[in-house]
Structures are given as structure tokens and as C-alpha cells.
């Protein structure tokens, strides 16, 4: 009888508590635990998202043993959020996770969120196909935008970051200065399928090599709406959707000329997505016709491995577990975690 190797994984960088359970690459279970306070203030408060985290670990950690259908006493590891995120809510699945490998006298493994982002491209059922080495990886999300070169399960490489605000952040900002409800991102995909995406021209920053800028395309959109509704008060209301277009629309493009900048310096043809920003409609789309237009092999990961999840964090625990890449009981979280 074979030894069955479940892992159990927490995720508590920000403002979503996760678990999930592991086996051989297949997710068995995968809970979320959202944290819709942060919706009246217009963004994540790290002290309102480190209490709920306290709330809910221990009751999301039970669902997703029940939902693998096992027992604690069943783990052969655990596996943490080590960083980067909010210090608070990283301490909160830390310590826990700390914690209950010591009572249960097994490995802790600690995990890079960015690392668990990309890898989860590896989860079984995450894409039809799985990538080969080397591959690149646009990683896109509230906190983050990267491209980066993938040579090996943990030999990463970044080949181009945002010098600013990340893509993410630009699309909440957008979305704050459009009147839209927070996370403005998921509400500007959707009005942009019925507006036109040509509509208004902002200017795309320039930026050096493979890096990304968005702070000044905040300001352009800042600075076009004060002007517009200074000659009509109603011009949000009567443009929302048209607006919402053009500015994804900004936002992709930027993106996309500096994937495909980076895949022509590397040669590399195989691309993936990763990050909460990577469920983007356009995103996905924009990268299915570079399989067409550049000849590209696109990876793009189901929904919900996109978002922050624990199965993400499973998967690179699973990885380094069967490389016995353990971590010592006295690691620090670390709210700045490079990869």
C-alpha cells in the first residue's frame, strides 16, 4: 500500500483566507474565505484584513480537511504564505501554520506568493497542457506585474517589474476616479464588453527595457475626467462604458507590446499568465491570438487559480516537499519576498 502524501497549504497575504489539500497534483480541496469590509473603504485595511484572518483560518483549515476527507493526523506537511502581502494577515497564517506542524511533528514548507502564482500553471487540472522549461510568465495582479523567465521549478528569473503602481492598482484607480465600486477590476471587464475600446486615447508611458510604468496613465485618466466633467457633469454616467474600454484596453496593450517585446529577446515562444489580474477577459484573449499571430503556446490557468488561493500555495508546497526543501520553525514572514 502506497504512502499517500497530502500536504495542507494556508494562504493569508492579504485580505482572502485560504486552505487546500494536495495529492500527487491534484487539488482536493481549495476554500476561500473572502473579507467584504474592505468594500466600504475603497481598498484593503491591513488591520480590519489581519482580525478577519484570525477569525477565519481556523474554520476554513477544517473545511478543507473535510472536503479532502481526511484528518489532520493524516498530513505528512504544511505549507505557508512566508510572503510578500500585509505583515498582519501573514503573521496570521504563519503562526498558525507554525503551529500546527509542530504539534503534529511534521515538515513546515514556506512559500514565495509570487512563486505560487506562477506555478500554479503545474496544478493537474489548472491548464489542458503544462508548460516546458523555459517558459515566460506575465504576472499580473493588485500588488504585482512582472515578466518573468521560468528555467526550472525554483530558478526564476524577472526580466521586467513595474517601477510604480502595479496593473491591478491601476484598474482600482481607475475605477475609484469612474465612481466604480471597489475591486474596481472585475466591473470595469465587464462594461467593457459593450464599449468601445477606441473611443479615448491615453497616452502609454515610456519605459526602459522590459519594465512597466502606470502611475502616470492614473494621471492622464485623473486629469481627462476633471477636464470632461467640468464641460459636462454627466459625462461619467453617459461614457461609462466606452470609458471602462478604453482604458482596459490602455492597460493590455501596455502590457502586451512589453510580453512580446520580452518573448522576442528570449526567443521563448511558450508564455503564461498568472495573478488575480490574469482572469482580464482581454488578457486572455489578447493571449490566444499571439498563438496565431506570433506563433506563440499560451497557459492560461482556470479562474480559480488565478486570485489568491491556497491550491497555489499546495502545489509549490508539493514541489518542494518531494525535494525535502523544508523551512526552518523560526522563518519570519516577510512583507517584501523577492522571487
Known sequence: MSVKNYILAIESSCDDTGASVILDNKILSNVVASQKIHELYGGVVPELASRAHQQNIVPVVDQALKQANINKAELKAIAYTRGPGLMGSLLVGGSFAKS???????????????????????????????????????????????????????DMEILGETI???????????????????????????????????????????????????????TA?????????????????????????????????ILMDKLKQASDQTGIKQIAIAGGVSANSEI???????????????????????????????IVGQLKYERELFADKTAKSVAKYHI
Not at 503545474?122 to 521560468?150: M, R, W, Y
Not at 486572455?284 to 500555495?313: H, Q, S, V
Open 100 to 154: 500546527l506542524s509542530q504539534s503534529l511533528d511534521i515538515p513546515l514548507i514556506e512559500v514565495n506568493h509570487m512563486q505560487g502564482h506562477i506555478l500554479a500553471n503545474f496544478i493537474e487540472d489548472a491548464n489542458a497542457d503544462k508548460p516546458t522549461f523555459p517558459f515566460i510568465c506575465l504576472t499580473v495582479s493588485g500588488g504585482h506585474t512582472q515578466i518573468v523567465k521560468i528555467n526550472d521549478y525554483f
Open 164 to 218: 510604480d503602481d502595479a496593473a491591478g492598482e491601476a484598474f482600482d484607480k481607475a475605477g475609484k476616479i469612474l465612481n466604480l465600486p471597489y475591486p474596481a477590476g472585475p466591473i470595469i471587464d465587464k462594461k467593457s464588453k459593450i464599449g468601445n475600446p477606441t473611443r479615448f486615447k491615453f497616452t502609454k508611458p515610456r519605459v526602459d527595457g522590459l519594465n512597466f510604468s502606470f502611475s502616470g496613465l492614473k
Open 221 to 253: 485618466i485623473l486629469y481627462f475626467i476633471q477636464k470632461e466633467t467640468k464641460l459636462n457633469p454627466n459625462f461619467i454616467e453617459e461614457n461609462i462604458d466606452d470609458l471602462c474600454a478604453s482604458i482596459q484596453h490602455t492597460i493590455v496593450n
Open 284 to 314: 486572455r484573449a489578447r493571449l490566444k491570438e499571439g498563438e496565431e499571430k506570433f506563433g506563440w503556446k499560451a497557459f492560461i490557468p482556470k479562474f480559480e487559480y488565478t486570485t489568491d488561493n491556497a491550491a497555489m500555495i499546495a
